[in-house]
C-alpha cells in the first residue's frame, strides 16, 4: 500500500531548496473506553460547570486564560492569541549539523517520514547519502501550529526521518533522578551479570516481535462479551522476590538455560581448621567418663551428667 502524504514543505540551507513530502511514521494503537451510564449504557457527556456562579457554562461563553499567580490569570481573546503566534514560514530551514553521537534520544518527541517531492528526487537523495556518510544530523527549525518547532533531520534506511524534539527547557535533567548510595559489588557478581546480558543478547532490535498483550486482551474479553460468553482470565503467578543479587543473578543463568557454576573464588572450601561440633554418640562417652572420674568429698556433680540423671 502506497503512503498517503500529509503535508509537504522545501529542506532549506545555504542556497540548496529541496521539495519534499511529509508522511506519518507512526500511529498510537491503545485501547480506549468510553463512560457510560451504569443504568441504562447510554455515553456520558461531560458539561462545563462555574464552580462560583453554580451554573453550567456555553462553550461561546469560555475565554482562554493564562495563571500569572496562583488563581490569579489574564484573559486572551483568540484574537490576541491569533497575533501571538509565530509569524508563519513555509520551509524546513537547516541550521546546523551535528555528529550523530550527540543527540541524545530523550530529546525526540515525535517522527515524520520524509520523501522527495516532483523535481526533488537526485538532490534529496544527495543530501541523505551524504549525511549517511558523515554521519550527521540536521538541526532545524519548522513552523507548526501557530509556533516555531525544533526539529532533527537525519537519514533513515535510504531516505530521511524529521524528529519534532522538545526544547531543552522541556527535558527534566537526569540528575534530579534520586539513584541512593554507590553499592559496592564483587567482581563474581559483575561477571555473573555480564553472563545473563549475553545469554539475552540478540544480534538487532526486531520491533515486531513484540506486541501489545493487554490490548489483544481487552479486545479478544469485548468479542467475548459482545458474543455473550463467559470471560475467565488465568491470574498470573507472582514472580519469587529474591533480595540476594548474586543469587538472583544465578537463578536468571540457569533460567536460560546456563548453570551458573561457583568458582572457588566465589564460593570458598570448607575450613578444616575449623572445630567440627560433636556428635550425640560423642556427647554421651564424655559424660559417662566424667561420672566414673574420682570426686573430692562435697564436690558438686558435673553439671552435664547431673541435669541428664534430673532428665
Not at 533480595?243 to 557454576?261: H, M, T, V, W, Y
Request: net charge neutral; aromatic share 8%.
Amino acid at each position: 500500500m502506497v503512503a498517503r502524504a500529509t503535508s509537504s514543505t522545501t529542506i532549506s540551507f545555504g542556497l540548496v531548496s529541496i521539495p519534499v513530502k511529509l508522511y506519518t511514521a507512526t500511529s498510537a494503537q491503545d485501547v480506549h473506553f468510553n463512560q457510560l451510564h451504569k443504568t441504562c449504557g447510554g455515553r456520558v457527556k461531560q458539561k462545563l460547570y462555574c464552580p462560583v456562579d453554580d451554573v453550567e457554562v456555553e462553550r461561546n461563553d469560555i475565554v482562554k486564560g493564562f495563571e500569572v499567580a496562583k488563581n490569579q490569570y489574564v484573559q486572551f481573546s483568540e484574537e490576541e492569541l491569533k497575533a501571538l503566534e509565530a509569524e508563519r514560514f513555509s520551509t524546513l530551514n537547516l541550521v546546523e549539523f551535528v555528529p550523530e553521537s550527540t543527540v541524545d534520544f530523550v530529546y525526540i518527541e515525535r517522527s515524520q517520514y520524509l520523501g522527495p517531492d516532483k523535481g526533488g528526487e537526485k538532490a534529496f537523495n544527495l543530501l541523505s547519502k551524504a549525511m549517511r556518510h558523515m554521519e550527521r544530523i540536521a538541526v532545524g527549525r519548522y513552523w507548526s501550529r501557530g509556533k516555531v518547532q525544533l526539529v532533527l533531520l537525519r537519514p533513515y534506511r535510504k531516505g530521511l526521518i524529521l524528529h519534532q524534539v522538545y526544547y531543552a527547557n522541556e527535558v527534566r535533567a537526569y540528575d534530579d533522578v534520586e539513584l541512593g548510595p554507590d553499592m559496592p559489588f564483587s567482581d563474581a557478581e559483575q561477571q555473573l551479570a555480564e553472563r545473563l546480558i549475553e545469554q539475552l543478547s540478540v544480534e538487532a532490535f526486531t520491533a515486531d516481535k513484540f506486541h501489545d498483550e493487554y490490548a489483544d486482551r481487552v479486545r479478544k474479553a469485548a468479542e467475548e462479551k459482545a458474543a455473550g460468553q463467559q470471560i475467565t482470565v488465568a491470574p498470573e503467578k507472582p514472580a519469587a522476590q529474591i533480595i540476594d543479587l548474586f543469587e538472583a543473578l544465578k537463578q536468571s543463568l540457569r533460567q536460560q538455560g546456563a548453570p551458573a557454576e561457583a568458582t572457588q573464588s566465589q564460593e570458598a572450601a570448607p575450613d578444616k581448621t575449623r572445630k567440627q561440633p560433636k556428635t550425640k554418640a560423642q556427647i554421651e562417652a564424655d559424660e559417662a567418663a566424667e561420672l566414673k572420674g574420682p570426686t573430692k568429698a562435697g564436690e558438686a556433680r558435673p553439671k552435664r551428667a547431673a541435669k541428664r540423671q534430673s532428665g
